[in-house]
């Protein structure tokens, strides 16, 4: 697909039919797209060209009527190129968190290579607003891309825009155009046979390099173990990238560990693991032929950048229906599973990092409980554990039940 840029050798402006009416795009021309020259009934073809030659000339006449020098301020140092621009504002955005910085210069970087090219000059007036919709329209017709995808990059064209006018390199701010409305949200999650029957359909055979020291059966089991992190943590995806046998535990993992979620603002704190998890981490274990993890083993893999296009691969092979299940489902499947056996609606938003109970009480608990699901909580015994050089809590064995109370009356 070609960036969207400007086209320098200049067409013959061609009407075409949409939606019953006759428009012309004039974007190799210097302007918009989709000028409106009438219906359908009223002209034919051969009129509608010679309208469409009218409307040119009558943008070009605007443009030539407009004061010259009130657009671009020749301040020192005043781009002339809408790139030079995005990378001035770069160089001085400040971004909250890593991952924000992360998307925030991505998304730079696709407006700077698709609306670089033309001149900082051609964002103001008329003209500005008719580019701005003509990237709004070719985004959405052309290239089909979702509500929110549009609103990011238009976020920062505006920032853009406005740190040029802040800085005196533009007389004035062209008018933004309407943004899509926000699709409203659409919580899908799956219960744990779905999610079992989902991870045994996972088998890895795509000829891709394998990691040193790994073979095709560890490797599947280690995203097994992947896919089993998300849903009985409700942990992010990049917790799972990061994830290693510091998080588990020094016996393969009895409390999880929370240390790398994006918009977590809560104080790290060390969680039980449910039993499912537990097994999950032994099988793991007995698929790569040991009875611990080494110290700084990528437990899961590593990273897993395709993780969302292969667990919908999986589905369809498994023949699972519904909604494409992606890690965003599973992590909010962890909380309904939470709720249906019993936890409060404060243990389920601290095991998932959220300060404010508001999605939790409105989305999770309106959700009818299906017929004779369970409510018993996961009842993995907490292992003893000793206070550590930092404060923490550091495991030291797994004490059954019975140890434990034995423990205890002792303490008395």
Known sequence: MKPYSKTRTASLPRPVLRDGAWEVDLRSHGFGWHYRLGDAAAFTEVEAVHAAYAKLAELRAARLAEPHGTQLELATGAPRTFAAAVDEWERRKEYRTPDGAEYGRKTARIVRTELGAYALVEFVGVEGEDRLLAYKRSMERERELGPRTVRNRFSVLGQVLKFAHRRRWLASLPVMPEMPQAPKPRFEWIDEATFRALRAALNLRNGAPLPKGETWATLTARRKFYLSWLFYTGAHRRDADLLTDEHLGLDVGIYIRHNNKSARVIPDEQFEMPEPLVDDARELLAALGRE?????????????????????????????????????????????????????????????????????????????????????????????????????????????????????????
């Open 292 to 412: 611990a993890f080494y110290c700084g083993e990528p437990v899961a893999g590593g990273r897993w950048g395709s993780v969302d296009q292969v667990l919908g691969r999986v589905q369809v092979r498994a023949g699972i229906p519904g909604a494409r299940i992606n890690t965003r489902i599973l992590r909010r499947s962890f909380a309904r599973e939470m709720l249906r056996r019993g936890y409060t609606l404060q243990e389920t938003a601290d095991r998932m990092g959220h300060s404010d109970l508001r999605m939790l009480r409105e989305v999770y608990t309106r959700t009818p409980r299906a017929a004779g699901s369970p409510r018993t909580r996961w009842t993995r015994t907490a292992p003893r554990a000793m206070a550590a050089p930092n404060t923490r809590a550091r495991v030291v064995q797994f004490q059954s039940r019975e140890t434990i109370t034995k423990l205890s009356n002792e303490g008395e």
